[in-house]
């Protein structure tokens, strides 16, 4: 567990009116994201059946609260969602979305593995959106393009909560740089990923960083870990601000365009995952069965701190928290719900 606690922090909203705050914040930007994509709020589970392959394996060490069902066979596990990465690529198909039709859902979800910190939380909510693309456009100018629309609602909502809630609204930069993990490994070779993601979002305030995944040439590791079998390494990358009243970045978003049977193979075999070929989704991802698609996720919690400057994220969720954790927060002005 690490905190950081910010010199003479003083909440400028009560928990009842950051309570509303929330709700606004929410409710505005699931209205404006789903016109700028063209998504349709749809449904979603909350777990899965662990033999569908459906669940985020995240970076590979994580482990899904899982458990089994009295009407359900005695070997059927059940898995709380890491997230719906896959899921949705099987539920645009199934509902009949069309080229450049999308969806939308709240995605609410289990971490018992998360390290505890200002922004990481056991519970997880995020908007999860996906939408359906054309094979062609599978590439980084339809990425960029689209973290531009996801970046142009955010700000969206930034002005509407400014107007609503001037004196604790967090202003941010007004466009978002773009740079490959390579680009910083080069720039800053002696530095950690986690390192090089502090120097450019505090360069540049708002940046999506690209191509997460794969191996680096300096180092020979990965940038940040990714599962094999979503996105496609090479056209992927997070959404990150400088987050000054914490002093380090913030990310709010993972997202990429989604693996191509090629590319699937590929990765699986890089990461020495090819036994996952035979679960239902990559078998029929691998026969081209399933769209091509563009998703990811946006943190629910994480854009609510953003743009209210709060210092925790338990400001603006409710969870568990170790009790050594609640007493600095208290005694440091830190309002955990």
């Not at 960029?144 to 142009?152: A, G």
């Not at 955010?154 to 002005?159: A, G, L």
């Not at 967090?170 to 490959?180: G, I, K, S, W």
């Amino acid at each position: 567990m690490s905190l950081i606690l910010p010199e003479k922090y003083q909440p400028t909203l009560t928990i009842r009116d950051t309570e509303a705050a929330i709700v606004f914040i929410r409710e505005r930007f699931q209205e404006v994201l789903g016109q700028k994509l063209h998504l349709q709020r749809m449904s979603a589970p909350l777990f899965v059946e662990k033999d569908t392959g459906l669940n985020d394996n995240l970076n590979g060490i994580e482990r899904p609260v899982a458990f089994d069902a009295k009407d359900l066979p005695k070997d059927d596990t059940v898995e709380i969602v890491h997230s719906l990465a896959k899921w949705k690529r099987m539920a645009l198909k199934k509902y009949g979305f069309g080229i450049h039709e999308g969806l939308f859902t709240n995605m609410n979800a289990i971490r018992r593995d998360e390290d505890l910190d200002n922004f990481h939380s056991i519970y997880v909510d995020q908007w999860d959106w996906e939408k359906i693309i054309a094979k062609e456009e599978r590439t980084e100018d339809t990425l960029k393009e689209t973290v531009r629309k996801i970046f142009s609602a955010i700000k969206h909502v930034e002005t509407e909560c400014a107007e609503r809630y001037p004196a604790s609204t967090y202003r941010l930069p007004e466009d978002v740089h773009f740079v490959t993990t390579q680009e910083l490994e080069d720039t800053w070779p002696d530095l950690s990923p986690e390192e090089r993601e502090d120097k450019i979002a505090k360069k540049e305030k708002a940046v999506f960083i690209m191509k997460i995944g794969d191996k680096l040439k300096r180092s020979g590791q990965p940038h940040d870990g990714r599962a094999p079998d979503y996105d496609d390494w090479a056209l992927n990358g997070d959404l990150i601000f400088w987050y000054e009243p914490l002093g380090q970045k913030l990310e709010v978003s993972s997202m990429g365009i989604r693996v191509s049977p090629e590319s699937l193979h590929e990765q699986l075999e890089k990461a020495d995952c090819l036994d996952r070929e035979k679960l239902p989704f990559h078998r029929q991802l691998l026969k081209g069965e399933l769209p091509y698609t563009i998703g990811g996720g946006i943190g629910q919690s994480r854009l609510c701190m953003l743009l209210l400057g709060k210092a925790h994220i338990g400001e603006v969720q409710a969870s568990v928290w170790p009790s050594d954790m609640l007493k600095e927060c208290e005694e440091h002005h830190i309002q955990l719900l």
